[in-house]
Nanobody, 117 residues
Framework: QVQLVESGGGLVQPGGSLRLSCAAS????????MAWYRQAPGKERELVAV???????NYADSVKGRFTISRDNAKNMVYLQMNSLKPEDTAIYFCNAKGVYYGRQYWGKGTLVTVST
């Protein structure tokens, strides 16, 4: 049974930081590209950051220079360090795993990040 469990969301003031974590189980972690997506109220889900099995990272233009994705293959964990947060970063953040061989995807249930005074 595949599980992706996000944690670390919450309320933060503009300019603040949060670190999201995603614990993966039931998959071969080293054979999956890991990503963070987000969905703001009334908007479509969008890709935020990807960390591939080869060590490559990619980011949405809106978060470049502020967010950092990292993965710990030994612990089956992926993280999203979010700095200089803005109100427009408010969204539910979802962890995603995509198998590199067959492309099968898995999703976590999400964690809410609210950036507000």
């Amino acid at each position: 049974q595949v599980q992706l469990v996000e944690s670390g969301g919450g309320l933060v003031q503009p300019g603040g930081s949060l670190r999201l974590s995603c614990a993966a189980s039931g998959i071969i972690f080293s054979a999956n590209d890991m990503a963070w997506y987000r969905q703001a109220p009334g908007k479509e889900r969008e890709l935020v950051a990807v960390g591939t099995i080869g060590g490559t990272t990619n980011y949405a233009d809106s978060v470049k220079g502020r967010f950092t994705i990292s993965r710990d293959n030994a612990k089956n964990m992926v993280y999203l360090q979010m700095n200089s947060l803005k109100p427009e970063d408010t969204a539910i953040y979802f962890c995603n795993a995509k198998g590199v061989y067959y492309g099968r995807q898995y999703w976590g249930k999400g964690t809410l990040v609210t950036v507000s005074t």
